[in-house]
């Protein structure tokens, strides 16, 4: 339900050609920083946790089957 006012846009296309006509194309890309600021440490950290499970895991159980998946 939208229970603001309505869109001035009657589909995607339209809104982004609108707002790059009247704000110029870089205002297609408003937001991008903050958002991989938000996004990059997140992503950073759940490599770098994986690949430390990972090599945990590989370390106790693959000793056994004598078999490591790189």
């Given at each position: 339900?939208?229970?603001?006012?309505a869109?001035?846009?009657k589909n995607l296309f339209q809104a982004m050609v609108i707002i790059a006509r009247e704000e110029?194309?870089?205002a297609?890309?408003?937001g991008w920083t903050p958002a991989f600021v938000r996004m990059a440490p997140q992503t950073i950290l759940t490599f770098i946790f994986l690949e430390q499970f990972r090599n945990l895991y590989w370390d106790r159980h693959a000793t056994k089957n004598?078999?490591?998946y790189e």
């Open positions: 339900m939208n229970a603001g006012k869109s001035p846009y110029g194309p870089l297609l890309y408003k004598k078999v490591r």
